[in-house]
């Protein structure tokens, strides 16, 4: 069965620091989108992104957040100042198309020092 | 936007028993997702309900959607440690925007 492959799986970086979350959606979906979800916690919308632009962000998504797909197969998600509050468990999802089930990846783990 | 809320929280099942989760929501929703979430995982797309009243099965969980669509639940009958996890419903706020419930959280006891 096709899968959303999310890397790496573990991310520790130190506050301030840029990271790039990386994810390979499924091939024939066209929709992306990131989620996370801090321990314990709801999973929460971050953006969602389709024919190379963003459709939707949320209020979290402010302007240390970029989302990009450089290359047709990977897509990716940069913080690029991270701070403490960003430690949480960062899911990227696909669909092949709006209002169908989403596709989940096993998710980056970000921990923010 | 609105808001799917989602009880109870937790839910502790005795081995082989039925539960309900519910999932309300004070406006008309054009459809409802369900997921679930075992500890340590990822979510994962159970199913979609779209019209009226629809009730559907997968094995032992059934789904249902209000009559009026503005709630949902799931039912689990001959609960199995397998059904451990977190089962979030989720809303379409628009489009491109997919709004998960903060889910119910289910532990069984053998």
């Known amino acids: 069965e096709p899968e959303v492959t999310q890397t790496p799986s573990h991310q520790v970086t130190q506050m301030g620091q840029e990271v790039i979350l990386r994810c390979v959606p499924i091939s024939n979906h066209l929709y992306f989108y990131w989620y996370r979800q801090i321990l314990g916690q709801k999973v929460e919308f971050l953006v969602s992104?389709?024919?190379?632009?963003?459709?939707?962000k949320s209020e979290i998504f402010d302007d240390q957040f970029s989302v990009e797909r450089p290359d047709g197969s990977n897509f990716t998600l940069k913080i690029r100042s991270t701070k403490l509050e960003d430690s949480a468990m960062y899911f990227c999802?696909?669909?092949?198309?709006?209002?169908?089930?989403?596709?989940f990846g096993s998710g980056t783990r970000l921990t923010v020092v | 936007g609105q808001q799917v809320m989602q009880i109870p929280q937790y839910q502790h099942v005795q081995e082989g028993e039925d539960f309900t989760t519910y999932c309300n929501s004070s406006?008309?929703?054009?459809?409802i997702q369900w997921y679930k979430q075992r500890p340590g995982g990822h979510p994962v797309f159970l199913i979609q309900?779209?019209?009226?009243?629809e009730v559907k099965k997968q094995k032992r969980l059934t789904f249902q959607f209000g009559e009026a669509k503005k709630n949902s639940s799931l039912h689990i009958t001959a609960t199995q440690t397998t059904d451990v996890g977190t089962y979030f419903c989720?809303?379409?706020?628009?489009?491109?925007?997919?709004?998960f419930g903060a889910g119910t959280t289910v532990t069984v006891r053998a």
């Open positions: 989720a809303e379409f706020l628009n489009d491109y925007k997919l709004s």
């Open positions: 309900l779209v019209k009226s009243g």
């Open positions: 406006t008309t929703l054009s459809n």
């Open positions: 992104f389709y024919n190379n632009e963003i459709s939707e």
């Open positions: 999802a696909s669909s092949v198309g709006n209002n169908y089930g989403y596709t």
